[in-house]
């Protein structure tokens, strides 16, 4: 994306100033609504660690670890260093193991996935993107760049379809529980382009694959938290 220099930076300030303080807000109290109670939080590619923290401000019963594979000289939470690919904690370690827009920036999204599934007892839960509706990459990838490019972030702009992340999770064992897509992460009337049909938050239930009956997945039209079939 050819962008001049003061055009990025007055795009990079609007960001910060309507979304990114909007987005922590938003997603730490979804996220305190799903987590169950008293849970040991393992937070993959946790950045500097904000969002978990205000998570753990509404929920102090949970306790909270961050993983990255670049750890800040600032952090908000404890976090540890990894290489990307391996969780380096015992299997059933945490209680939720949880990805917030980390996935499609790894070239790899299901081998991460399998390492959660590992760690986990027996909660995964990922906010993340789905390729879905009119120019939807080209609306992706514009977000990914202006909140993630200035910080070094790995961009593959490796985002999946619906039907994509049902496959991985089949594969791997992990059954949705709950869903939400509508999230209302940016201000009207940007949540128009950037918000509608391309965000979700899934939790996830660990499950053995070679029993796992497996049903439809209701992505939601409606957007609204719901439980799906056991």
Not at 153 to 164: F, G, H, I, S
Not at 191 to 199: C, D, R
């Amino acid at each position: 994306m050819n962008l001049d220099t003061p055009s990025y930076s007055s795009v990079e300030m609007l960001h910060d100033k309507l979304v990114l303080n909007r987005r922590v807000k938003i997603l730490s109290r979804l996220f305190a609504e799903l987590i169950p109670k008293r849970a040991r939080l393992l937070d993959v590619g946790c950045g500097d660690g904000l969002l978990c923290a205000r998570l753990h401000s509404l929920r102090p019963d949970i306790t909270v670890q961050g993983l990255d594979v670049l750890v800040r000289s600032h952090t908000h939470i404890p976090v540890e260093a990894f290489d990307g690919t391996r969780i380096p904690f015992g299997a059933g370690s945490f209680d939720v193991v949880m990805f917030s827009d980390v996935l499609h920036h790894i070239d790899d999204p299901l081998t991460l996935q399998r390492e959660a599934w590992r760690v986990a007892a027996p909660w995964v839960l990922i906010k993340d993107h789905r390729r879905k509706g009119f120019a939807s990459s080209q609306r992706l990838r514009f977000m990914d760049w202006v909140g993630n490019s200035r910080f070094g972030v790995a961009l593959p702009y490796n985002y999946w379809t619906e039907k994509q992340w049902e496959t991985a999770w089949r594969q791997i064992g992990l059954r949705p529980k709950q869903l939400i897509t509508r999230l209302g992460l940016y201000p009207p009337p940007a949540n128009w382009v950037f918000g509608a049909q391309l965000h979700f938050i899934a939790l996830l239930k660990k499950c053995d694959p070679a029993e796992q009956n497996y049903f439809p997945i209701d992505w939601l039209p409606s957007g609204f938290t719901k439980d799906l079939p056991e």
